[in-house]
């Protein structure tokens, strides 16, 4: 089809899912074994990759059974629990917790310690946003979206927390919702800006395109973050997340097409993509 595929520069994994995953590697050619706390990035295939390799991936009631062995904290990190539960079972912890998110949960703590009643914009159940209510003994109010605000009888006045990886202008859209409520919002920019400069980047990057192939796993919230981005930007956007989704029907002779992922997103994975493009 003579279809011409450029893969973005900016896209592939974060600076903390590097630090993560080097760390795991480091101790699997060593050792030959890890566990890790829960999936180590949000993409199989990226997984079963470390698997193949030895990484043996655990959820929190097997880690509760295990007694003398090594984990590795993903970069999302992790509530206190974890730690203490460490300690009393002689498990050695790995913490590659990305920094950014380990200052977050500082941050959460020393408001939480100070009395202030603490509001995370975040997604329920996700990894990083459990290790931030665990700061706050599980007090803390988390919504997902505006709609949610209703269900909460609201303080007169919250300290306001992001989810990392949320969208710069939902955060401020929260917050001003807050504020025509009557909360007094202390606010808190905790959104990490290599993630958050990617959504900038991207609209520039799509809109050179015909089409745009976005690669990410189904269970990151990055991913989904960024692909809404590259599909407001140009309609004509396409998500996978493997190379065997792609569908020849999306493309047309001649295409230019543009190949971005999400921060969870492997390098080798993109690859993989403009391969199996440029092989139709």
Avoid at 9 to 37: P, T, W
Avoid at 156 to 161: A, D, E, I, N, R
């Amino acid at each position: 089809m003579n279809l011409k595929v450029e893969i973005d520069d900016n896209s592939g994994f974060c600076f903390g899912v590097v630090f993560a995953i080097q760390m795991a590697e480091d101790i699997l050619n060593d050792e030959q074994h890890l566990y890790c706390l829960g999936d180590i990035v949000h993409n199989d295939e990226e997984v079963a990759r470390l698997n193949a390799k030895g990484l043996e991936i655990i959820n929190h009631e097997q880690f509760k059974k295990l007694r003398n062995a090594k984990v590795l904290i993903r970069a999302h990190g992790e509530p206190p629990e974890t730690y203490k539960l460490a300690l009393e079972n002689n498990i050695e912890l790995v913490d590659a917790s990305c920094p950014v998110v380990l200052k977050l949960q500082n941050r959460v703590r020393d408001a939480f310690n100070d009395q202030e009643k603490i509001l995370i914009y975040g997604k329920h159940g996700h990894a990083e946003v459990k290790g931030l209510v665990g700061q706050t003994n599980g007090e803390a109010i988390v919504v997902e979206s505006f709609e949610e605000l209703d269900q909460h009888e609201l303080p007169q006045k919250v300290q306001l927390f992001s989810q990392t990886t949320k969208r710069t202008k939902n955060l401020y859209a929260l917050k001003d919702k807050l504020e025509k409520r009557g909360v007094t919002v202390d606010f808190n920019d905790t959104l990490c800006r290599q993630v958050s400069n990617r959504d900038i980047q991207l609209r520039d990057f799509v809109k050179k395109f015909d089409k745009v192939v976005f690669v990410a796993g189904l269970k990151s919230s990055n991913g989904k973050v960024l692909f809404d981005v590259c599909k407001e930007n140009n309609p004509h956007t396409f998500f996978v997340s493997s190379k065997n989704e792609i569908n020849r029907d999306w493309f047309k002779e001649n295409d230019l097409i543009g190949i971005c992922g999400a921060t969870s997103t492997p390098q080798w994975q993109m690859e993989e993509v403009k391969r199996a493009i440029e092989a139709l």
